[in-house]
């Protein structure tokens, strides 16, 4: 009873403010472990969807910034010289040649898409360094906390990108500083939230929650890209601006609202491996059977005697500060975790392919697709960016369910990163032909491209994070999810900055070349995993029962394996 007393006070009082609200009212809820999970699945995933809403702002607004022009040689003061101005015309009067759009400096001159580049490279090189620091610290600090912090601090600098709108800013560096601080604080999110995903959710369907969970990408990306695009062709500052006041209240919101830790709320922690007391169940069990049939009964003074209280006491105090007082693992002793290398270098190139699409998509759309002799808008272009993260959230489902069906990871992700290769070929030559090329492909290439990604920044974070070797160090979480993730962010750096350089200097088709090869090679760091995974279900198969439906399933699943990966 001192037990269950001493840890109900503790839940109490580091639950979240609003948490202990709500408890203090007399109502009581039946299936309290069920709801609270579903509550902070659907908490978690509004709160990585909004960091993904306020990422996606940017790639909407380039249109507005570097628009497409007959000579992007010329600023906007040279196009309007050009018009008939004097040579120091005013820029809030300039009046622009009918075959250029205005842009906004230093984005609208011939290294425009230079500079945008950069833009997106500061940020996800921020993002990705940071990443490191952030799971170290995330395994050290209250969860919700930490998370609350990034939250506040991405709303406040996604709304400061759209301040030089209103104050006529058009200073490069003012841009490159806001990312910069504005991919630190982004890098709070992942893996926090991965974490608190960890602690709640056992291994049990782990692939497909996590799959429909990580839906929150796509979901967000597409509410990322409908809010500026109602902006951006009058008043693109408020494109971040509204973006970021939403991330600010969900920051409030969730510093009241969200339970990191099941024990927290007093709900039962999710299982990753049997837990002590099953064990020491078995072996009392084990050592009933092994003892003898006739044995000396212990004294009842001796059972009952003040020295025993006081032992058992003892005992249970030091088993409750051991409970209380998890030891986080260092970064060098997660690397060593096995898989954890292979998946980080193959969702480097994963995430190379899926941020390039994330940020200039709607660039593409808006250069290359032609009907009827017109180009689309920049706010069609943003609409017809999220068939893409359509695509991505059954991707990932679909992953997520073939994982937990054929008990494997990297299988079904060699799978969909192969076939991502053809896909492209196919979005290169026709995306641009017609509306319903560039809506199918487009969703087509999302479902391939971010099936394996949400796979692995996800469910396999969270299963390395619980591997075997740590079972008696389960504080690896968002280590392990920032050692993934960030060096996938690292790969998505590269990518859009590639992107710039590639498609200013050259053409699309390059750029699509540089996808392929990307993609080719994740699923290259992934061979080993999968002849491994291969070798394992192989010699599963042949000590399974002799039950032939057993034996039916399992070799349906092991041609799956084969086929899928030749």
Known sequence: RDRNRALMTKSSSSSPVGIRLVTASPCRVANRDYIYRAY?????????????????????????????????????????????????????TLIYNSSCEAGWYPFDGDRGSFYLGVLDTVFL?????????????????????????????????????????FFNLHSLWYFVIVQLIGGVFQSVGWPTVVAIMTKWFGKGNRGLIFGIWNSHTSVGNIVGAIIPAVFVDTNWGYAFIVPGLMMVVLGVLTFLFLPSDPEQVSVTPAQHHPTPEAQV????????????????????MRIHGREDIDDMQSTLSQELQAKEKPQAIGFIQALTIPGVIEFSLSLFFAKLVAYTFLYWLPSY?????????????????????????????????????????MGMNAVPCIIMQLLCIPALVVYNRFGGTSYGFCIGLSFLTGFLVNGPYCLITTAVSADLATHDVLKDNQEAKATVAAIIDGTGSIGAALGPL??????????????????????GLAAV??????????????????????????????????????????
């Open 125 to 165: 090189f921020a993002y990705a360094f940071a990443m490191f620091v952030s799971g170290h610290i995330g395994d050290r600090m209250n969860l919700t906390y930490f998370l609350t912090i990034g939250m506040l601090g991405t709303g406040i600098f996604t709304g400061a990108l759209g301040i030089p709108y």
């Open 40 to 92: 902070v699945l659907v908490f978690t995933f509004l709160v990585y969807g909004s960091f993904h809403m306020t990422r996606k702002a940017i790639s909407v607004v380039k249109t507005r910034w570097n628009p497409e022009c007959t000579n992007k040689s010329l600023h906007n003061h040279e196009v309007a010289f050009q018009a008939g101005l004097d040579a120091d015309g005013n820029s809030s």
């Open 525 to 566: 760091f992934l061979l080993r995993l999968v002849v491994k995974e291969i070798k394992m279900k192989w010699e599963r198969w042949k000590y399974v029962s002799h039950n032939s439906v057993s034996r039916v399933r399992s070799v349906y699943v092991l041609l799956i394996c084969v086929l899928g990966t030749l």
């Open 365 to 405: 759309v808006k250069d290359t697709l032609v009907v009827d002799g017109k180009q689309p808008t920049d706010q069609e272009a943003a609409d017809l960016s999220t068939f893409f993260d359509v695509g991505g959230i059954g991707g990932g489902i679909l992953v997520g369910f073939l994982a937990d069906r």
């Open 498 to 519: 590639l992107t710039g350089w590639i498609s200013g200097s050259w053409d699309w088709s390059d750029v699509f070349v540089l996808l392929m090869l990307s993609c």
């Open 281 to 300: 169940h078995v072996q009392h069990e084990e050592r009933e059977e092994r003892a003898p049939l006739f044995r000396q009964s212990p004294s009842p």
